[in-house]
């Protein structure tokens, strides 16, 4: 998401100006957008003039309105936002007070006023203006000569967990031990690209390592990989990322993660030093960016991947429901039971569905960011579920709120939710 401009304070009112790139943008903005929000864009208008014969003639018109929004929805098979309210500003063709659509579509810039930009809408528009924000895991995919520098996003990640099949053209994630289809992205898989992020790409000539040309083949190589680390010191930043993957074909790995050590230890490069038992060792087929599936296969990057957010909010409900059937005390379901479970200081862990941030009631939606932050701020762990995917439809079942305890609550069951 390019954010063109920022006019907020922190839990105050203001207004952002951003131009959705792709549909992982425009997920991000249906996340941002609320009831009561107004948002303002260019859009297209049947609107009727009158002509010289005194009659009325229909023309699509483009105009800029801006709507108080009311209902906002994500087609994401048509990769468009659309945003239904009344129109607010004056305009000629359309009264204030009139219904219209905006729809949000890639490269289409629009403005979103918000009277409250509380903690999660800051911290959703900070991943949709930095993706690396939200990545897992670091990628440098290599081979002599070549080597691709690439962030892997959370859904990217949750995908290398499961099995990935194309059936009738449409993307279905399974769960292949459970047996479970996990969602489907209909249409083309193109979603599936844009989660991850190339940061670098290097390329060098390296002479051959036989013949007359072996004389300059250490000094390329030497070069070579310090290219390579000057873009992983740039764009690989372990406060955000679990670990970094180095993977190739042959020894090319090998070379590299000694000389990315050696390095760091002769320039006393700290967040190498620091973070070396996080740096992981991959074979792969070759070093161009097709490989990447290779690399969230590998075992030993399984067993990281299987603790990022995305795979902790399925490993949550699950744990959820495996505490209602066994310990149902430590368990509970529905404001009322949540929020004095939360009184008690007993909340482990909450789970809670997006929805409930997107009341139409101001002060309901501040209450239940505030209460998120309340449970964190007491040692709480928070899991925020898209209402969108399944894992946030079983939680909506239960009233869109749950909670772990950390001690048996009995005396829940007699309070009315």
């Known amino acids: 998401m390019k954010i063109t401009r920022r006019d907020f304070v922190a839990n105050g009112p203001g207004s952002v100006k951003m131009v959705p790139v792709d549909s992982d943008d425009l997920w991000y903005a249906y996340n941002l957008i609320a009831p009561g929000d107004t948002v303002q864009s260019v859009t297209v208008r049947k609107v009727l003039r009158e002509v010289a014969s005194g009659g009325r003639d229909a023309e699509r018109m483009k105009l800029k309105l801006e709507i108080k929004v009311e209902v906002a929805e994500y087609d994401k098979v048509g990769s468009v936002l659309r945003v239904r309210g009344k129109n607010i500003q004056e305009n000629e063709y359309v009264k204030i007070g009139q219904f219209h659509t905006l729809e949000i579509e890639p490269h289409r810039p629009f403005v979103l006023r918000k009277a409250c930009w509380d903690s999660l809408a800051l911290d959703t528009l900070n991943q949709a203006s930095d993706p690396a924000a939200s990545a897992d895991l670091a990628v440098v995919l290599m081979q002599e000569g070549l080597a691709h520098v690439i962030l892997v996003g959370r859904s990217w990640v949750l995908m290398g967990m499961y099995e990935i099949l194309i059936w009738n053209g449409n993307t279905l994630l399974l769960d292949v031990q459970l047996n479970v289809l996990i969602f489907a992205l209909l249409g083309s898989n193109r979603s599936l690209h844009s989660l991850t992020i190339t940061r670098s790409r290097i390329e060098a000539s390296i002479p051959r390592k036989h013949g007359p040309a072996i004389a300059g083949y250490e000094a390329a190589l030497n070069k070579y990989f310090e290219n390579v680390l000057q873009a992983f010191l ?21 070379q590299f993660h000694r000389h990315l050590l050696l390095e760091a230890e002769r320039r006393q490069l700290r967040s190498i030093i620091e973070n070396k038992s996080r740096i992981i060792l991959v074979h792969t087929s070759s070093g161009y960016k097709h490989s990447l599936r290779e690399v969230l296969d590998a075992p030993n990057v399984m067993n990281i991947i299987k603790d990022t957010k ?56 501040q209450k239940y960011v505030n209460f998120v932050n309340s449970v964190k701020d007491s040692g709480g762990t928070a899991h925020i579920f898209s209402s969108m995917h399944v894992s946030g439809e079983q939680l909506a079942q239960l009233t869109g709120i749950a909670a772990i305890l950390r001690f048996p609550l009995p005396d829940l069951e007699d309070i009315e939710m």
């Open 310 to 365: 995305a795979a902790q909010e399925v490993q949550a409900l699950k744990d959820f429901f495996n505490m209602l059937s066994n310990d149902p005390a430590r368990a509970c379901y529905g404001p009322k039971h949540v929020e004095v479970a939360h009184e008690r200081m007993a909340v482990q862990t909450l789970l809670i569905t997006d929805e409930l941030f997107r009341s139409a009631d101001i002060p309901t939606r």
């Open 234 to 254: 740039k764009h690989v930043d372990f406060n955000v990322v679990r670990c970094a993957v180095i993977a190739s074909p042959g020894f090319t790995k090998d």
